[in-house]
């Protein structure tokens, strides 16, 4: 076996999704595993350079994980040409320029999404990438999760039959701040810094929704704040001036209609964080972060409306588990195995800028519909 190193430039790994989903879970995950097989006899071993702003929360971080590289000086960073990858999940209103800094020194680009703060900005990154040459990726972690990955299998075997629509529920309480710590960064909930559950989510929901089921055509949203003031990781109060919630309704290629609730503001009475129920001709699925479970038209029950009775049967418990039949790594490391296979091999890959502007301009476009009041059109995008 030969071992090829590839060096990448990781910023933003002090935050919660760069440390924990991208530096631990999937490329220090790749190290203990012995690096990425890649089957021709090569052996692909990902080395990190930490990349940040705060020196002192580095070094810790590289103390503890016995990670050799790491630098305050993104420009030096990206001036070493045995750095081939950057890799960037920063908080969102940082990440373009840093993007666009890469691209110019000819560094392969995997990003967090949003790509951007504005589709101008992300199809200018896509167009950037494309022209330079480097490959380029977007990270698109819910396609990778058992319980989508299931819903897809689902989709593909002809379960459902013709789609009609996708009932979406994604949320939980974030805390204020003041008399229990918020579980999220207050950054989130300030428009000005890139906020916003639309920004957040839509990008998400488009690559799902895209994905599974078809293209989204149009999308008409209701955005708002319902708790207007928050207190942030000093304690300080402040004006949430970005969308805690939103209430969309979108159309897809192939007829169906998705509705997805995204909030911070609900609390869970789900099995998951996040669900989405499908209904179909044939059978209807609900599916989570790990699990999906169907109920097929020969099973389906046939309540009659009656308020003066009692529910007559447990609803709930009529439905059928999908086995996993295989095994689900993290969703993060999942989709990091195809992008470095992607960059050494040239393996397909469509996880790129393109698609990442795509999320952006769903987003984009949310917003907008939410505050026109009316539904709007989603344009095919081309570079
Ligand atoms: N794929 C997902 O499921 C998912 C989930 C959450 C967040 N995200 C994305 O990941 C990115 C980071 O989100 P997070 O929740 O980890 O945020 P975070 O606040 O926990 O981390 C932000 C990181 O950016 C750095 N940073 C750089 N410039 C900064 C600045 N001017 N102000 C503050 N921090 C700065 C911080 O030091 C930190 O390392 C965001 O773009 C977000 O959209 C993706």
């Known amino acids: 076996m030969t071992r090829r190193t590839v060096r990448i430039a990781m910023n933003g790994v002090t935050g919660r999704m760069g440390y924990r989903q991208h530096l631990v879970r999937s490329i220090l995950s790749l190290q203990q595993q012995g690096g990425l097989d890649l089957g021709d006899g090569t052996t692909l071993w990902p080395e990190p350079v930490l990349v940040?702003?705060?020196?002192?929360?580095?070094?810790?971080?590289?103390?503890?994980?016995?990670i050799e590289h790491w630098s305050t000086d993104l420009d030096a960073v990206l001036a070493d040409p045995s750095v081939e990858i950057y890799f960037d999940a920063q908080v969102t209103s940082a990440r373009e320029d840093a993007v666009r800094q890469a691209i110019a020194a000819g560094k392969h680009i995997y990003c967090e999404k949003p790509t951007?703060?504005?589709?101008?900005?992300?199809?200018?990154?896509?167009?950037?990438?494309?022209?330079?040459?480097?490959?380029?990726?977007?990270?698109?972690?819910?396609?990778?999760?058992?319980?989508?990955?299931?819903?897809?299998?689902?989709?593909?075997?002809?379960?459902?039959?013709r789609i009609l629509s996708v009932r979406g529920e994604f949320g939980y309480w974030v805390f204020e701040g003041d008399w229990q710590s918020a579980q999220r960064p207050s950054w989130n909930y300030r428009a000005q810094?890139?906020?916003?559950?639309?920004?957040?989510?839509?990008?998400?929901?488009?690559?799902?929704?895209?994905?599974?089921?078809?293209?989204?055509?149009?999308?008409?949203?209701?955005?708002?704040?319902?708790?207007?003031?928050?207190?942030?990781?000093?304690?300080?109060?402040?004006?949430?001036?970005?969308?805690?919630?939103?209430?969309?309704?979108?159309?897809l290629d192939g007829g169906a209609v998705a509705q997805i609730n995204s909030s911070w503001t609900v609390r869970v009475n789900r099995d998951e964080l996040v669900e989405f129920q499908v209904d179909g001709t044939y059978g209807?699925?609900?599916?989570?972060?790990?699990?999906?479970?169907?109920?097929?038209?020969?099973?389906?029950?046939?309540?009659?409306?009656?308020?003066?009775?009692?529910?007559?049967?447990?609803?709930?418990?009529?439905?059928?588990?999908?086995?996993?039949?295989?095994?689900?790594?993290?969703?993060?490391?999942?989709?990091?195995?195809?992008?470095l296979r992607h960059v050494a091999l040239d393996e397909p890959w469509r996880w790129d800028l393109t698609a990442g502007a795509r999320g952006v301009q769903l987003a984009e476009l949310g917003l907008r519909s939410s505050a026109e009041g009316r539904r709007l059109d989603v344009p095919e995008l081309s570079l």
């Open 52 to 66: 940040g702003r705060r020196e002192h929360a580095l070094r810790a971080m590289a103390e503890q994980h016995g």
């Open 116 to 161: 951007a703060t504005s589709l101008d900005g992300a199809l200018e990154l896509a167009r950037l990438a494309v022209a330079a040459g480097v490959k380029h990726g977007v990270v698109q972690d819910k396609l990778f999760l058992p319980g989508l990955q299931k819903l897809k299998r689902l989709v593909d075997g002809g379960f459902f039959g």
């Open 193 to 251: 810094d890139g906020g916003g559950i639309v920004a957040d989510m839509f990008p998400h929901w488009e690559y799902v929704m895209h994905e599974t089921f078809g293209r989204v055509r149009t999308v008409q949203a209701l955005a708002t704040t319902h708790v207007p003031q928050r207190w942030d990781e000093r304690g300080k109060p402040y004006d949430a001036t970005a969308d805690d919630a939103a209430y969309g309704i979108f159309e």
């Open 284 to 339: 209807s699925a609900v599916a989570g972060l790990r699990n999906c479970r169907v109920q097929h038209r020969s099973a389906t029950p046939k309540p009659v409306w009656n308020p003066d009775l009692p529910a007559t049967e447990a609803f709930r418990d009529q439905w059928q588990e999908v086995p996993d039949n295989t095994e689900f790594d993290n969703g993060f490391k999942a989709q990091w195995e195809l992008f």
